[in-house]
């Protein structure tokens, strides 16, 4: 090296760290302090670049953290204390790794001289999150913060994105210990070079099996939402004339208001997707990984199809259903080659078979269609859903928690753009739903922000309520309050004999007044003539935070719903009705 | 089917661990398992032979692949390739007539007597991990005291390679 830049800056290991973050692009850090992290902490308050987000729990930072990821495609950053708070974030890890979400999670450490001595809140972070998590890493010289920064980004963010986490030992961020800083741009790593474009061969094979197809179906997942596919992905479609249907993570993906969607397939997935899925001679999936809640019995799995998969994961292809024509590579350019090559070969789908093939589809859509019991005096969960989706033009970021009311949400909500649904479907968190919500409302000021929730779940992070008011956190809460765990209820009455074992909760508290408790504002809906008013209010309150507390019919199940052992055409309908 | 997996792994804290616990944590079989820095220091090279249909050998390799410090990785079973362990064994060895007896065997599997005393003889045999079964089984009379195995190394025959 010729000179030394003059100008290069000395910065303790704590002033790094934070300076990295800035220098990456963070807006804000959801965390909470702690000894092993004071020091990063005193850093933090030293500028203001970074904004730092105080939670009551560190599983919401993680959750926020997840859902900023899930709705802007960018790493969420999350700083937490050794020992407790490190085990605290654990289920917001695993909740992100589950469903291939970026994040970079930074806990504390204890003095690296104490590790292995069972120290004051040491824990093995390394050890403890190496399941859940994309990658690991730790500090052993305060000199590397920069490139471990940049590394755990890079790894987060890149080919399948997950979680990234980061220990950092006390003594490594002492405030007096000045070392050059210098943030790197790029990365380049020898044992970490994900590919982009598919093969190309492969891609030329995949549009031949597609032109060919007579019953073709496009199954499309979370991969489309974080790969930023959806526009692609919605012109090849529609080139095509292709029936469109989507996971639970894919909602969105496609226009639901389009008359290609068939709907949610898999365990709740509509009736008309499912069969749709089944009877198909070519399935082309797309960042979708063929999980148990979508194929039920793999044995029985769509038998007539070829299947066409594209996924950047190499393990997800052929993983549970063989694909006859994988394509290892990011959604975004595959699709967009796929089109070239459309666009090329002036080939057009068979039209006939396709009219055939609509018809018999259109078919399916009259058998069950969505439809619930609607005229009854209690107010259905279904019906609120509808209610949100009218009032909010299908444009709001819902998030959720876990239950009937997440499938419920699923089923009823018109999703027309991606990265708007937000839900833990692979590790299914409870108590992701606010967090999560807090996190896009933050990032998002301006956009309806609505949490449907049960009873059950909002009270695993209901003390969030208090962090909503700090930072002015406007979300609208659905709880759709029907006094069960009901999706424990719904598998009890169904497989149970309706043995109620630990699903009802008694001693609810009154969620009107314990919103006001916290400063926000609460209505409570008990009759269906209630519900359009409510959410007129709710929704003209900008700013506030209104908790809707709605009890809905708490007898009401979840349809369809595969039957267990079964294809994936095989279904519950209603209580009484099955396929 | 049982596979030998060579992995070149970045030498750093914890990427053992993250190999044996993907083994732990997605159920796959660990029959055996050798590791030992290269010619060069940063890197690892790793033995691990397993066994399953496949499907599973199949994921197995894909996931090995996922992690992060696995710089590469190669199926050797899937072409010709050369394995060797080596085995250090223990036998009682008192009478001449047993004595005489374990040497011979020795002698008949290349076996090497390393340690001697009045009661015991040190074998150590290097081969296919079949050929040291097949050494203790001729043993097996004897009185076998203690076993030591390295577990397999492995390296494909001929201009193939697994390097950077
Ligand atoms: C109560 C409950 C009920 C559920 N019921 C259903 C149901 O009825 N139907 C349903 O579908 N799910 C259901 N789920 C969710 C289910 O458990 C899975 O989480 C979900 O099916 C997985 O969605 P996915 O296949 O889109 O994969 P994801 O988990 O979203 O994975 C994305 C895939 O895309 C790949 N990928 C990521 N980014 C890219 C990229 N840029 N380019 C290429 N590939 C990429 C990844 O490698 C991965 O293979 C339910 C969950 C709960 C909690
Ligand atoms: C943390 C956690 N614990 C347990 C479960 C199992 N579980 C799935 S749904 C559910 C019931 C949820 O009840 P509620 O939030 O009231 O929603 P509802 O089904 O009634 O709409 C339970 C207990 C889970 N998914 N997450
Ligand atoms: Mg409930």
């Known amino acids: ?579 | 089917m049982r596979h030998i997996i060579s992995v070149l792994l970045e030498n750093e804290p914890g990427s053992l661990a993250r190999v044996v616990g993907l083994f732990a944590q997605r159920g796959y079989n660990i029959d055996s398992l050798t590791v030992a820095p290269t010619e060069d220091a940063t890197m690892s090279r790793l033995t691990l032979v397993t066994h399953g249909n496949d499907q599973v050998i199949e994921q197995i390799t894909k996931q090995l692949h996922k992690l992060i410090e696995v710089v590469k990785l190669q199926d050797l079973s899937e072409s010709a390739h050369v394995e060797r362990e080596l085995m250090l064994i223990k036998v009682k060895a008192t009478s001449n007539e047993q004595r005489d007896e374990v040497k011979r065997c020795a002698d008949i599997f290349r076996g090497q007597i390393i340690d001697v005393t009045a009661k015991t003889f040190t074998i150590q045999v290097v081969g296919t991990s079949d050929k040291l079964d097949a050494f203790i089984e001729a043993l097996k009379g004897s009185a076998i005291i203690e076993v030591v195995r390295s577990g397999v190394s492995g390296i494909a025959r001929g201009e193939k390679t697994l390097a950077l």
């Not at chain 1, 030394?4 to 910065?11: A, P, S, V």
């Not at chain 1, 004071?38 to 729990?57: E, G, N, P």
């Not at chain 1, 496009?218 to 930023?228: H, K, L």
């Not at chain 1, 007539?304 to 350019?333: C, M, Q």
């Open chain 1, 1 to 579: 090296m010729t000179s030394q830049n003059t100008k290069t800056e000395m910065l303790s290991g704590a002033a790094m760290v934070i300076r990295a973050l800035a220098d990456e692009g963070v807006e804000y850090l959801y965390g909470y302090p702690g000894g092993a992290v004071l020091h990063i902490y005193d850093a933090l308050f030293q500028q203001s670049k970074v904004k730092h987000v105080l939670v009551r729990h560190e599983q919401a930072a993680t959750h926020m953290a997840d859902a900023y990821a899930r709705a802007s495609g960018k790493a969420g950053v999350v700083l937490v204390t050794s020992g407790p708070g490190a085990t605290n974030a654990v289920t917001g890890i695993a909740t992100a790794y589950m469903d291939s979400i970026p994040m970079v999670v930074l806990t504390g450490q204890v003095m690296s001289h104490l590790i292995g001595e069972d120290a004051f809140q040491e824990t093995d972070m390394l050890g403890i999150s190496r399941p859940i998590v994309k990658h690991n890493m730790s500090v052993r010289r305060p000199e590397d913060i920069p490139y471990l920064i940049k590394k755990a980004f890079y790894i987060a963010q890149s080919g399948r994105p997950g979680p990234v986490v980061l220990d950092i030992p006390k003594d490594m961020t002492m405030p007096n210990e000045r070392y050059p800083y210098q943030y790197p741009e790029t990365i380049k790593l020898r044992s970490y070079n994900p590919t982009a474009a598919g093969h190309p061969g492969q891609i030329k094979k995949a549009v031949t099996a597609l032109l060919k197809a007579k019953r073709p179906v496009i199954y499309a997942g979370g991969g489309v939402i974080m790969g930023q596919a959806a526009e692609e992905l919605t012109e090849l479609a529609r080139k095509l004339n292709y029936p469109v249907t989507n996971t639970l993570m894919g909602l969105g993906a496609f226009p639901a208001a389009d008359r290609q969607f068939v709907g949610m397939l898999g365990m709740h997935g509509s009736y008309e997707a499912n069969m749709t899925m089944h009877h198909a001679d070519v399935i082309l999936a797309v960042g979708a990984r063929f999980d148990d809640r979508v194929t039920n019995n793999t044995k029985k799995f769509c038998p007539d199809a070829t299947i066409i998969h594209i996924d950047i994961d190499p393990a997800s292809i052929s993983k549970t259903i063989n694909a006859h024509i994988p394509i290892v590579g990011l959604v975004k350019p595959v699709l967009s080659a796929m089109l070239a090559q459309l666009e090329q070969k002036k080939a057009q789908p068979d039209t006939q078979a396709l009219a055939t093939w609509w018809q018999q589809i259109d078919g399916w859509r009259t058998v069950h269609g969505g439809r619930y019991d609607s005229d009854t005096p209690v107010l259905k969960p279904q019906a609120v859903i509808e209610a949100v989706s009218r009032i909010t033009k299908g444009e709001a970021y819902v998030t959720s928690d876990v239950g009937q009311h997440q499938m419920f949400a699923a089923q009823y909500y018109q999703f027309n753009k991606p990265n708007r649904w937000i839900n833990s479907g692979g590790l299914g968190t409870m108590g992701f739903g606010l967090p999560a919500a807090m996190g896009v409302k933050l990032n998002y000021p301006d956009a309806d922000v609505v949490c449907v929730t049960g009873e059950g779940s909002i009270q695993m992070n209901i003390q969030e309520l208090s962090t909503c008011k700090q930072y002015g956190l406007g979300v609208k809460i659905i709880n759709l309050n029907n006094g069960y765990l009901g999706m424990v209820k719904q598998w009890q009455d169904m497989n149970y004999e309706s043995r109620y074992a630990s699903s009802y909760m008694d001693s609810l508290p009154d969620f009107v007044k314990l919103a006001e408790a916290y400063g926000h504002v609460g209505i409570r809906v008990t009759k269906p003539e209630e519900l359009e008013p409510a959410l007129e209010k709710a929704f003209a309150h900008k700013d506030q935070l209104v908790f809707l507390d709605i009890h809905v019919d708490p007898k009401e199940h979840v349809y369809p719903m595969q039957v267990p052992g079964g294809a994936i055409n095989e279904m519950f309908l209603s209580k009484t009705k099955r396929t």
